[in-house]
């Protein structure tokens, strides 16, 4: 796993008191106050209003561009509105440490304008489209997330590719099953491009077990681009390293035992959770379970 985080961009954008806010925080809030700001419409009687705001593809066609990021910032309150916010900050809190505050809001954008454009591609072919709500940006945070972490556990021990890929196939079911098909091909779409987006960016580990890749004839493989250093965090080690003359604290425990270094590290997991890693605490773990795989190998021939 090779992943670049830019200096300050994996700290909070400011504080309040001592409470850290990040760009996640305030996409929540901003979720939260423009679901109340529904209500109190709603309940005023001037619901009409929310027309203006939701995307509608003949009125995009009719220059009211607002529509194609106005729309997912419309929803009415319910229990599952407070659980996908659950969810929204839970996993999008680690993806954005993973990417640094910039590329987390260039992804969750992307996300949010990635539904227009294809809906508006069925409109044109004259079939006219609505839409609202953020269901399918929020469960694409997710499937970021799980790009990033396959192997993490959640319910009954299972491996969070396999809890994504259910949800997955069970929402495409609903949508199916309420004549939704555009709605389905948003969902997939906004996953492909939230885990692409993580492959470029450097989170290498196989989705679904495997690695697949795909190679032509005088083509070399690509190399991560959805990152800002070339290299990510093994080229920066390096040149810090070039700075001091010596290898870091974490570099030099994984050379010397990667064993100790995995047990080290796996038990801040445990008592801390996963996002009390820092970035290059990530890297060391990554290099000491290569470091063991690489040694049970040697030792089975």
């Known amino acids: ?58 009125a995009v066609a009719h220059g009211q561009i607002w529509r194609i990021a106005t729309y997912a910032f419309v929803a009415s309150p319910s229990v599952w509105f407070l ?35 294809l809906l508006q591609a069925f409109g044109y072919g004259g079939i006219p489209q609505t839409f609202a709500g953020a269901q399918e940006v929020n469960f694409a ?43 389905v091909l948003v969902l997939i ?10 492959r470029r960016a450097g989170f290498e580990e196989p989705l679904i077990g495997y690695g697949f890749q795909w190679s032509l004839p005088g083509l070399k493989s690509p190399k991560p681009r959805f990152s800002a250093m070339p290299g990510g965090l093994r080229a920066s080690a390096g040149r810090n390293r070039g700075l001091t003359g010596e290898p870091s604290p974490e570099e030099r425990a994984t050379r010397l035992d990667p064993e100790l270094e995995m047990d080290r590290l796996l038990e801040k997991i445990s008592r801390k959770g996963l996002k009390s890693l820092s970035a290059i605490e990530r890297s060391s773990l990554e290099k000491a379970r290569q470091a063991i795989l690489q040694r049970g190998g040697r030792g089975s021939k």
């Open 1 to 58: 796993m090779s992943v670049s985080i830019l200096p300050g961009e994996n700290e909070p954008l400011f504080y309040l008191g001592e409470f850290p806010v990040r760009l996640i925080t305030l996409l929540v809030a901003l979720h939260s106050a423009a679901m109340i700001t529904t209500s109190l419409l709603l309940a005023s009687g001037h619901g009409a209003l929310l027309d203006l705001l939701i995307y509608s593809s003949t």
């Open 83 to 117: 659980l996908e916010m659950v969810m929204l900050y839970y996993f999008g809190r680690e993806v954005e440490s993973g990417l640094g505050w910039k590329r987390f809001g260039i992804l969750y954008a992307g996300l949010i304008l990635l539904a227009p454009l």
């Open 141 to 183: 945070v997710f499937a970021a997330f799980v790009a990033m972490h396959p192997g993490a556990r959640f319910f009954f021990g299972l491996a969070a590719r396999w809890v994504f890929l259910g949800l997955l196939a069970i929402s495409s079911l609903q949508r199916l099953a309420d004549h939704q098909p555009p709605q």
């Open 189 to 198: 779409s906004s996953c492909i491009l939230a885990v692409v987006l993580m």
